[in-house]
């Protein structure tokens, strides 16, 4: 494929909650491929197997749903194959690891997320339910296994975790952030990271470390 077969879907949560790298990966993505706008409202015509690029799970959902002539790909499983992007050096950085309940059916993405950090020097700790076994995606997606935050979850069936007080987010997501013993986290998820980050976690993107070192 050339770059012209390519097109990037931009994550509108990610750039929400981090506009400076989501700029930064924008203007770099430009000057290579055609930017989409958002998946769920752009009605432009693309042509039939082109790559979709999307960084968003939500975003993967939508391509596939809206448009089925498209080939969707993870933009961390395509740059760590396709390179071009000079990444930042991280090393002597520790994190751990939340894979993505949402991702748990992608190896592709588990390999590559893996890869970039590696390449980038950072070491990385893995908790249990990793890869297949993540069974986290922050507010969308967790089930507690603590007395306390069973009983608040069971206080409010049928009601999804989002629409949870935060103060109630804050208990039940104090579970998972434990599992990752104090480390920084690492996430490639925009709900895994709010998620740690309810919780009183530190928190940070993959994409906010790839696109860190970029000048333009």
């Avoid at 990037?8 to 400076?20: E, G, H, I, L, V």
Wanted: aromatic share 8%; proline share 6%; with cysteine.
């Amino acid at each position: 494929m050339t770059g012209m077969d390519n097109i990037y879907f931009p994550s509108c949560n990610f750039t929400k909650a981090s506009p400076q790298a989501a700029k930064k990966l924008r203007d770099w993505l430009k000057e290579q491929m055609p930017v989409a706008g958002c998946c769920c409202v752009d009605k432009r015509g693309y042509p039939a197997g082109s790559r979709a690029l999307y960084l968003c799970q939500a975003c993967r959902e939508g391509l596939e749903e809206r448009f089925p002539q498209l080939l969707p790909e993870n933009l961390f499983v395509w740059l760590d194959r396709e390179g071009g992007l000079a990444l930042p050096d991280y090393s002597g950085l520790t994190v751990s690891l939340q894979d993505c309940w949402r991702d748990r059916a992608h190896p592709e993405i588990h390999q590559a997320v893996r890869s970039l950090l590696g390449k980038m020097g950072v070491t990385v700790r893995e908790i249990a339910g990793s890869r297949e076994a993540a069974d986290y995606c922050g507010n969308l997606h967790f089930q507690p296994k603590r007395p306390e935050a069973e009983a608040l979850v069971s206080a409010r069936p049928g009601t999804p975790l989002w629409q949870f007080p935060e103060e109630e987010q804050r208990v039940i997501f104090a579970e998972q952030l434990e599992k990752h013993g104090g480390l920084p986290v690492l996430c490639y998820c925009n709900r895994c990271k709010l998620g740690i980050e309810t919780a009183g976690g530190r928190a940070v993107h993959l994409m906010e470390l790839v696109m860190d070192a970029y000048q333009g």
